[in-house]
Structure formats: structure tokens, C-alpha cells
């Protein structure tokens, strides 16, 4: 059987070599890497598309090992496994705590703020652009959860279409 991933990756030494290591060992073959190290994310980490082969328990055990190593899968044959969210926040956002606000949405299993950017005005209200990283299939649960936030702390949402 084979199996398509594709990895997120810090652009560290040994990183790659730290993700191949196992894979021999649990009883699976590598078949193709591509590893792109000129392509990063916001976070700065490189995409790296594997191609594997083995038996259906072996490749299980693969992807167990991976998510023990805290190695971030973003597609499993093609089935996408992490989503990208992105929505905005208007109003007094620095008055109103912004480390909390990140920490509530980070409190949210299987999610959290990969990036923010925020634009302020003088002593009017700002604008914040909040980018989170989520396992597939969370995202009206974290645009309820910003939505609360938002509420609490009189901000306006925008969430992304």
C-alpha cells in the first residue's frame, strides 16, 4: 500500500533526518521526498511531501510516531488534515487584552494563532488580522469561539468567506 503526506517542517539541521529516521523502523519504505526549502510559511516552515510504502498497519504507525514527535501533517493522501482560518477583529483591541483573546483561542484543542497583525489608529479603534492553524474540520467551532470573544469585549468580527 502506498501513502501520500505532507509534512510542515521547522528549517532546522537534522529536522528532515529526524522524520525519515523512523520510518525504516516501523516497518514502512520511502519511496519519494520532496523537500522545497526556498518555500516557507508564515511560520517559517517548509512544506516536505513524502511518499511511503508499506503495510496498511506499518504506515498507521508511521503517522502515530509522527504525531508523538509533534511533526505537523498537513494531507494524508490528499485528504487535508490541517486548515488555514483567517478572520479580522475591529474595536479597542489592545484595550481589551489581546494576549487574552490569543489565549482563549489558543485554549481550543487541535488549534492555535500562527500569526497576527495589527494595525492601530492613534487612540481610535484598530484593526487586528488573527491567522490560525487548525485540525480539519474545527472552523465553525473557532469562528463560535471568536465570535464569544468578540462579544465580550464589544470588537467586531469579520470572518474570512
Not at 526549502?37 to 502515530?64: A, F
Not at 475591529?90 to 481550543?108: A, F, L, Q, T
Request: charged content about 30%; overall charge negative.
Amino acid at each position: 500500500m502506498r501513502m501520500d503526506l505532507v509534512l510542515e517542517l521547522l528549517d532546522v539541521p537534522g529536522q528532515l533526518v529526524s522524520v525519515i529516521d523512523p520510518i525504516g523502523g516501523l516497518g514502512a519504505n520511502l519511496v519519494t521526498i520532496i523537500h522545497q526549502r526556498d518555500i516557507k510559511n508564515q511560520k517559517g516552515l517548509i512544506p516536505v511531501q513524502l511518499t511511503l510504502e508499506g503495510e496498511r498497519e506499518n504506515l498507521k504507525k508511521v503517522i502515530e510516531k509522527f504525531k508523538e514527535l509533534n511533526i505537523s501533517i498537513l494531507k494524508i493522501d490528499g485528504k487535508v488534515q490541517k486548515e488555514k482560518i483567517s478572520t479580522i477583529l475591529i474595536g479597542h483591541i489592545v484595550d481589551n487584552d489581546i494576549r487574552d483573546s490569543m489565549d482563549k483561542i489558543n485554549e481550543i484543542d487541535g488549534a492555535y494563532v500562527s500569526g497576527f497583525n495589527i494595525k492601530l489608529d492613534g487612540e481610535d479603534k484598530s484593526s487586528a488580522l488573527i491567522n490560525i492553524e487548525a485540525d480539519f474540520g474545527k472552523k465553525n467551532l473557532i469562528f463560535k469561539r471568536i465570535k464569544e470573544i468578540a462579544l465580550q469585549k464589544d470588537l467586531l468580527m469579520i470572518n474570512e468567506v
